[in-house]
C-alpha cells in the first residue's frame, strides 16, 4: 500500500522513496506517516511518542536493523533481541547531551572467545550500516553496551569498558 498526503498542500518536487511527512492534528500534537501507510501520533500526550523518543528509537531500531544479519550468523535466524535507548534532554542546552544504547540478546552457551567475537561483529555491523548513528554520532554521542558481554569482558580483566573499540 502506498500512501501520499492528502491535497491540502502540494507535494514538494521531492517527495519520493524515504520521504515522510507530519500533519497538525491539535496544539503540540501532530500525526507522522510514511509511504508505506504507517501513522504515528507525535506529542506529548497519552498514546503520543515525542520526537525525542523518536530520535531514541530511530537509533535503536537502526542500530538493529544493522547488526541483524550479522548478529543471526552467529545466534541463529529466530535470536531474540531487546533494544534500549536511555537520555533525556537538557534544559540549558535544550538538545540531548548522550545517549546510551542496551542490547540484551541471549548469549548462553557462547565461550569468551565466541563473546568477543560477537561483539566486534556487531559494533562494526553498527557502525558501518547504521545511517541514523552515523548522522546524529558526529554532533551527540551514542554508546552501546552489550549486556552479558561487557560485563563479561570486564570480568576477564581486559579493562575495557565496552566502548565500540573495533574501528
Not at 504515528?40 to 537509533?59: R, Y
Not at 529466530?78 to 540549558?92: K, V
Not at 563479561?152 to 565496552?162: P, S, V
Request: hydrophobic residues 35%.
Amino acid at each position: 500500500m502506498t500512501s501520499v498526503p492528502d491535497d491540502t498542500f502540494p507535494l514538494p518536487e521531492e517527495f519520493g522513496e524515504g520521504s515522510v511527512w507530519a500533519d497538525r492534528v491539535a496544539q503540540r500534537s501532530l500525526i507522522g506517516r510514511n509511504r508505506r501507510g504507517v501513522e504515528i501520533p507525535i506529542g506529548k500526550g497519552e498514546g503520543q511518542i515525542d520526537p525525542g523518543e523518536l530520535l531514541k528509537l530511530a537509533l535503536i531500531g537502526c542500530a538493529g536493523m544493522s547488526m541483524d544479519i550479522p548478529t543471526s550468523r552467529r545466534l541463529g535466524e529466530d535470536f531474540p533481541l531487546r533494544l534500549w535507548a536511555h537520555g533525556t534532554s537538557d534544559e540549558t542546552s535544550n538538545r540531548y547531551e548522550s545517549v546510551h544504547e542496551q542490547i540484551q540478546l541471549d548469549l548462553d552457551g557462547l565461550s569468551a572467545d565466541e563473546l568477543r567475537r560477537l561483539r566486534t561483529v556487531i559494533d562494526r555491523s553498527i557502525e558501518a550500516s547504521c545511517t541514523v548513528q552515523r548522522t546524529v554520532v558526529p554532533g551527540t554521542p551514542v554508546d552501546h553496551e552489550i549486556q552479558g558481554i561487557d560485563g563479561a569482558r570486564d570480568a576477564a580483566g581486559t579493562g575495557e569498558t565496552g566502548e565500540a573499540d573495533a574501528r
